[in-house]
């Protein structure tokens, strides 16, 4: 069983930032892609950012030049860099592994196995 644990969310003011990270427990995931997606109240989950197996990367246009993904694979530990926050990035940040697909897309949750527990950001 795979176990992923997300940190480093809160509450920030616009125009500031936060580093999110995800550490994995068991899997070597290097061979694997992850991804951060996000999910606010009353609204479905999207993604914002995603890393394949070769380092390719993903990010939704809302997030394009504010966020970067990266990990590290000697901690197993994933994370996702946001700068120039917005109150529209208030949601629950997850992220996510999928053991099936090297690519960094298609972002689509359905495809991903593992799910950390969430870890909140809010912008006011």
């Known amino acids: 069983h795979v176990q992923l644990v997300e940190s480093g969310g809160g509450s920030v003011q616009a125009g500031e930032s936060l580093t999110l990270s995800c550490v994995a427990s068991?899997?070597?995931?290097?061979?694997?892609?992850m991804a951060w997606f996000r999910q606010a109240p009353g609204k479905e989950r999207e993604g914002v950012a995603a890393?394949?197996?070769?380092?390719?990367?993903a990010y939704a246009d809302s997030v394009q030049g504010r966020f970067t993904i990266s990990k590290d694979n000697a901690k197993n530990t994933l994370y996702l860099q946001m700068n120039s926050l917005k109150p529209e990035d208030t949601a629950m940040y997850y992220c996510?592994?999928?053991?099936?697909?090297?690519?960094?897309?298609?972002?689509?949750?359905?495809?991903?196995?593992?799910w950390g527990q969430g870890t909140q950001v809010t912008v006011s």
């Open positions: 068991r899997y070597t995931w290097s061979r694997y892609r």
């Open positions: 996510a592994l999928d053991l099936a697909r090297a690519s960094a897309r298609p972002h689509d949750p359905r495809l991903y196995d593992y």
């Open positions: 890393v394949g197996t070769y380092g390719d990367t």
